[in-house]
């Protein structure tokens, strides 16, 4: 059982840079493997990012590699998503979700722990 808070949304220029923290309850948060997801007015909820519990292994998609970067302090019990040079369509509202022992990171429907989700939107 895990709840999780999100923080760090807001308004942007493009080019700049947010970081989204994710502050999850539980002590056994450091088991959980977390991704990020995204979903823009008419889209469907797209994958952003996942980090596996030890930290070691990362997941990006492809749109956003490069540009942004997962991680995660256990001892604090947040992930973080540090994103740099935004664009516009990079504007969505960003859920963090997490799960323990997951096969696929990548797929939202793997995940039953979602936090409340938090607006992103980059001017032009």
């Known amino acids: 059982q895990v709840q999780l808070v999100e923080s760090g949304g807001g308004l942007v220029q493009a080019g700049g840079s947010l970081r989204l923290s994710c502050a999850a309850s539980g002590r056994t948060f450091s088991s959980y493997a977390v991704g990020w997801f995204r979903q823009a007015p008419g889209k469907e909820r797209e994958f952003v990012a996942a980090?596996?519990?030890?930290?070691?292994?990362?997941y990006y998609a492809s749109s956003v590699k490069g540009r942004f970067t997962i991680s995660r302090d256990n001892a604090k019990s947040t992930v973080y998503l540090q994103m740099n040079s935004l664009k516009p369509e990079d504007t969505a509202v960003y859920y963090c979700?997490?799960?323990?022992?997951?096969?696929?990171?990548?797929?939202?429907?793997?995940?039953?722990?979602w936090g409340q989700g938090t607006q992103v939107t980059v001017s032009s």
């Open positions: 980090i596996r519990s030890s930290g070691h292994i990362t």
């Open positions: 979700a997490a799960d323990q022992d997951l096969q696929t990171v990548v797929s939202a429907s793997e995940y039953n722990y």
